[in-house]
């Protein structure tokens, strides 16, 4: 690009950015560089620092999201350096309804004495803003997982700032490509690569984004020190699978959309949760748990899994799972709608409820 060439739109700078200069014998891709060292008096210096497979990805990303970005070896390594910016005994505002991991650390953290939290419904602006008072950082998903709900970027970002806290937003679920919040006032952007970043279900991938260069100085220090640094192998399969990264959001989002229609209208599925973007639909199957849990053994194209943003569709129940939080309905399955054909994805989900109809006049008591 010159520098007088327009701005690339997203789905350009998802194919072009992070690659070779265009000279004769230049590789189209970044190639896989491993290297533990490097040969001293330049800026990299060591494995640790940088890496120049990192570089193309973090560049990618980066443009993506309109900030500068550092990967990191997983989402919740990003999480992790992101909250050790808190200083000791500082408060830490973030939605009761979150990812598991987050919230389990923000638990560990509060169990130590080293941050106080206070949990938040983000969907209710106002009381977002009161808490925000004194609190160092406010963190919040949107959607958050797995209840789908929206919470208002620039009007929280703005009191959260004139309360003096730093914004950070995990934008996993949306991807860079349906919601930018840096340009909606968020200092820091969290993303879970390993997700539609990534895209395949292969890597365990995290990234930071700011558009503060003091910000950006800061996190890099924590990741050289801290050294929760990316595989470089995983760096360059996460930058192959961005290449398609539009291409797959728009055709999961078109699939979702079209799937939580036709679920609303299912008689075993008593509520449906869509934000109306995004790939992930959240379902509640109206005779609870043992009915959520046989629907998700009873599907056969779709994978019972945890996790999600694969080119595959998956699902599962989430009160399976521990640490999931009460108020989370437990005939509540979410699921991770992927790139197949829409016809075969509600197939496959009919029959799953059918039996699971059948079953639950036959024999009420399922354990
Ligand atoms: C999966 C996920 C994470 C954690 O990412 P890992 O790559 O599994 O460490 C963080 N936030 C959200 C919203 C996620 O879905």
């Known amino acids: 690009?010159?520098?007088?060439?327009?701005?690339?739109?997203?789905?350009?700078?998802?194919?072009?950015?992070?690659?070779?200069?265009?000279?004769?014998?230049?590789?189209?891709?970044?190639?896989?560089?491993?290297?533990?060292?490097?040969?001293?008096?330049?800026?990299?210096?060591?494995?640790?620092?940088?890496?120049?497979?990192?570089?193309?990805?973090?560049?990618t990303l980066g443009a993506l999201e309109g900030g500068r970005c550092l990967t990191f070896s997983s989402g919740l390594a990003a999480v992790s350096t992101v909250l050790d910016l808190v200083g000791q005994g500082g408060t830490v505002v973030a939605p009761a309804h979150s990812y598991t991991g987050t919230l389990l650390q923000l638990a560990d953290l509060e169990s130590r004495g080293?941050?106080?939290?206070?949990?938040?419904?983000?969907?209710?602006?106002?009381a977002v803003a009161?808490?925000?008072?004194?609190?160092?950082?406010?963190?919040?998903e949107s959607p958050t997982n797995p209840a789908l709900e929206i919470a208002d970027i620039e009007a929280i970002a703005t009191a959260a700032h004139e309360a003096g806290a730093y914004v950070v937003v995990d934008n996993t679920f949306a991807t860079p490509?349906?919601?930018?919040?840096?340009?909606?006032?968020?200092?820091i952007v969290v993303h879970s690569a390993t997700k539609y970043i990534a895209g395949h279900s292969?890597?365990?991938?995290?990234?930071?984004?700011?558009?503060?260069?003091?910000?950006?100085?800061?996190?890099?220090?924590?990741?050289?020190?801290?050294?929760?640094?990316?595989?470089?192998?995983?760096a360059w399969l996460t930058l192959r699978g961005v290449r398609t990264l539009h291409l797959r959001v728009e055709r999961a989002q078109a699939n979702a959309?079209?799937?939580?229609?036709?679920?609303?209208?299912?008689?075993?599925?008593?509520?449906?949760?869509?934000?109306?973007?995004?790939?992930?639909?959240?379902?509640?199957?109206?005779?609870?748990?043992?009915?959520?849990?046989l629907f998700c053994?009873?599907?056969?194209?779709?994978?019972?899994?945890?996790?999600?943003?694969?080119?595959?569709?998956?699902?599962?129940?989430?009160?399976?799972?521990?640490?999931?939080?009460?108020?989370?309905?437990?005939?509540?399955?979410?699921?991770?709608?992927g790139i197949e054909d829409v016809e075969d994805l509600w197939t496959d989900l009919e029959a799953a409820l059918q039996h699971v109809t059948s079953r639950g006049s036959s024999t009420p008591a399922l354990d």
């Open 1 to 59: 690009m010159t520098a007088d060439s327009p701005t690339p739109r997203p789905a350009t700078i998802a194919v072009t950015a992070g690659r070779p200069p265009h000279e004769p014998d230049q590789p189209l891709n970044t190639p896989i560089v491993m290297a533990a060292t490097y040969v001293a008096g330049g800026d990299l210096e060591y494995g640790r620092y940088g890496n120049p497979t990192w570089t193309a990805l973090e560049d």
């Open 114 to 126: 080293r941050i106080q939290v206070r949990l938040v419904d983000i969907t209710d602006t106002a």
């Open 130 to 140: 009161a808490a925000c008072d004194d609190a160092a950082l406010v963190w919040f």
């Open 177 to 187: 490509l349906l919601q930018q919040p840096l340009s909606l006032g968020a200092d």
């Open 202 to 234: 292969d890597v365990q991938m995290g990234a930071i984004m700011t558009a503060d260069d003091a910000l950006y100085g800061v996190l890099k220090g924590r990741r050289d020190l801290l050294g929760a640094i990316p595989g470089t192998f995983e």
């Open 257 to 293: 959309a079209d799937l939580a229609g036709r679920l609303a209208e299912h008689p075993a599925i008593s509520q449906v949760r869509y934000p109306g973007f995004g790939a992930i639909v959240s379902v509640v199957l109206a005779d609870g748990a043992a009915a959520a849990d």
């Open 297 to 337: 053994h009873r599907t056969e194209l779709w994978i019972h899994a945890t996790s999600l943003g694969g080119v595959e569709s998956t699902l599962e129940r989430r009160r399976r799972w521990k640490a999931e939080p009460s108020t989370i309905p437990e005939g509540l399955v979410r699921l991770s709608v």
